[in-house]
């Protein structure tokens, strides 16, 4: 299991979520021209690392991950990056419901704005804020 599905699952199994963003809003690296926002985009980032010692592989691994969160106001995107860092933010445990990681522990940087414009094929101009985590999970060492 990856922790981006395991991620996208929590995000998704969360009702302080979906009650804004509504079900199936949360993809990888890019948001399908084929959806209106609001919306979450998650994207591996650079920066993670897979834990050693003397003796070899640790099976502790950190993934670096940017969530974009977009909704069409302003104030719907802070609502929206709220909620996820309400979440997130310190999390520990088990992550996911059907796609599960063991999660040691999540930081998060941000948010921070950005901004789509519109063109002519893609959606309207849409508010962004992107929140980095750092997330410390067991990973399999065979």
Known sequence: MSIEQA???ELNGAASITALI????????????????PA???????????????????????????????????LETITIAEAVRLLLDRFHGVMGTTQTANVRSISMTGPYDTFEPASQDEHESVHGKVLSLSIWHTESTS
């Open 40 to 74: 979450i985009v998650y994207q591996v980032a650079p920066g993670g690392e897979h834990a050693g010692h003397m003796e070899g592989k640790s099976g502790l691994a950190r993934t670096n991950v940017d969530l974009r969160v977009y909704g069409s106001t302003y």
């Open 7 to 9: 991620l996208e699952d």
């Open 22 to 37: 509504g079900d199936d809003q949360i993809f990888p690296v890019v948001l399908p021209k084929s959806k209106a926002v």
